[in-house]
C-alpha cells in the first residue's frame, strides 16, 4: 500500500504564502492522479487541486489562481505553492490520489492563516 507523507505547513498571516510538500512511496507514482485535499474544523474534506501525470491542473474555485499544484513524478512528489492565503484556508491539508482518495490517507499538514 502506497504510503504518503505531508510537510510544510504552519501558521502564517492573510496574505501570506506557504508550500506544501507531499512524498509517496510505490513505483506507479506517475501513473495517477494526485490532488491536494484540505478539510476545515467541522467541515468535510474538500479538493483544492489535482495534477494529471503528464501536468495539466484543475483547481478549485476558491482557490484559483492563488494555488499552483506541480509534481515531480522522478521523485514520486507533489507540491502546493498557496499565495495570497485568506483566514478560510485553514485547515489540514492532505495529498492523495484524485478524484477519489484511492491510498491510505497521511496525517496531512495543518495551515493555519492568523494575524
Known amino acids: 500500500q502506497v504510503q504518503v507523507v505531508e510537510s510544510g505547513g504552519g501558521l502564517v498571516q492573510p496574505g501570506g504564502s506557504l508550500r506544501l510538500s507531499c512524498a509517496a512511496s510505490?513505483?506507479?507514482?506517475?501513473?495517477?492522479?494526485m490532488g491536494w485535499y484540505r478539510q476545515a474544523p467541522g467541515k468535510s474534506r474538500e479538493r483544492v487541486a489535482a495534477i494529471l501525470s503528464g501536468g495539466s491542473t484543475h483547481y478549485a474555485d476558491s482557490v484559483k489562481g492563488r494555488f499552483t499544484i506541480s509534481r515531480d513524478n522522478a521523485k514520486n512528489t507533489v507540491t502546493l505553492q498557496m499565495n495570497s492565503l485568506k483566514p478560510e484556508d485553514t485547515a489540514v491539508y492532505y495529498c492523495?490520489?484524485?478524484?477519489?482518495?484511492?491510498?491510505?490517507w497521511g496525517r496531512g499538514t495543518e495551515v493555519t492563516v492568523s494575524s
Open positions: 492523495n490520489t484524485a478524484p477519489r482518495g484511492e491510498w491510505t
Open positions: 510505490g513505483s506507479e507514482f506517475s501513473m495517477y492522479i
